[in-house]
């Protein structure tokens, strides 16, 4: 268990004593990704309040643990070797809507999955996050991340978050001050001490009302659209980013790569910006053939491919 048996069995102690039976130790996290892919957490807890999530961090820091929020375990890539240090898993989830003028202010906890909160908001008959009725992650990840589809991205409807601060304070912040861009905000971008960075803790959208039946017909067509595209075996989503010029599937797909194996991981045939799980892919097999993909693509184009999964735990270099 880790490089730090004094600390980690110190917080284990503690975390037992707040927790109990629910945390466990050495967890795999090949349980709680999306990709079926990852080593063992040194401690790994499930909170389910606010009050739960900050004393866990708060432990984690009191003891000088490294720690990672994860959310529904989407858009990452877990190492082979794990994480070091505290795995908290978030499901703190609860949505609330508040008629405001012609429009609603939509409220929902940061573990909540977004596509529940869509088909809650078109159950309502309220537009704005229909687009991402097929996302996988959690309403956390996506704000990180900026997650969009179909032309359509998180920034578009939100208003302001929740964080909690690295000090323990909790702070709300307008969406004007979250540096969004393409599949990124300050979130993604912040680089601090690891385990100071800050929490987000829930997303406030506003959305206009329109035909429940609308909504309905366009709900029905992105996820036709997403299931007739989109492979069926465990993924993480899109591997990399839209370049300036070109899709990178396309660019992939072009350099003779679509349905490349290495081991039971494999650039997708269906869809070649997706690297899929077959069965017992290891992370060092999806991280060769994201490495492959790179390679290839600058020898043959000139085009540097961009990450948008994000590399978690213990990696050589």
Not at 119 to 143: C, K, N, Y
Not at 194 to 213: D, W
Not at 275 to 291: P, Q, W
């Amino acid at each position: 268990m880790s490089d730090m048996p004094e600390t980690l069995s110190a917080l284990r102690e503690a975390l037992e004593a707040e927790i109990g039976a629910r945390l466990l130790v050495d967890e795999p996290l090949s349980a709680h990704t999306s990709y079926r892919i990852g080593g063992p957490a040194d401690l790994f807890v499930t909170v389910q309040s606010q009050d739960e999530l900050g004393r866990a961090v708060a432990l984690a820091r009191e003891h000088g643990v490294p720690y990672f929020l994860l959310g529904a375990g989407t858009n990452i890539l877990v190492s082979d070797r794990g994480i070091r240090g505290l795995v908290i898993e978030n499901r703190i989830r609860g949505v609330k809507f508040e008629v405001q003028g012609e429009g609603a202010i939509l409220w929902a906890e940061a573990g909540t999955l977004l596509k529940d909160v869509v088909r809650e908001s078109v159950r309502r008959g309220l537009a704005g996050l229909e687009w991402a009725v097929g996302i996988p992650g959690t309403v956390g990840g996506a704000v990180v991340g900026n997650a969009g589809a179909y032309g359509g991205y998180v920034s578009d409807v939100l208003t302001r978050v929740g964080i909690w601060q690295a000090d323990g304070e909790i702070q709300e912040l307008r969406a004007n001050e979250l540096g969004f861009g393409y599949r990124t905000s300050r979130f993604k971008t912040a680089h601090g001490e690891q385990g100071a960075k800050p929490v987000i803790l829930s997303a406030q959208f506003r959305l206009q009302p329109e035909s429940v039946e609308v909504l309905q017909r366009r709900v029905a067509e992105y996820t036709h659209q997403r299931q007739a595209r989109q492979p069926d075996e465990p993924s993480a989503g899109s591997v990399f980013k839209r370049t300036a010029q070109y899709p990178a599937g396309f660019l992939i797909e072009q350099a003779g790569l679509k349905g490349k194996r290495i081991g039971d991981a494999q650039i997708s045939p269906k869809h070649a910006n997706f690297i899929v799980n077959l069965g017992r892919a290891r992370a060092s097999d999806v991280k060769a053939l994201m490495d492959m993909a790179q390679e290839t693509v600058r020898q043959q184009f000139g085009i540097e491919l961009e990450l948008e999964q994000e590399l978690v735990g213990e990696w050589d270099g």
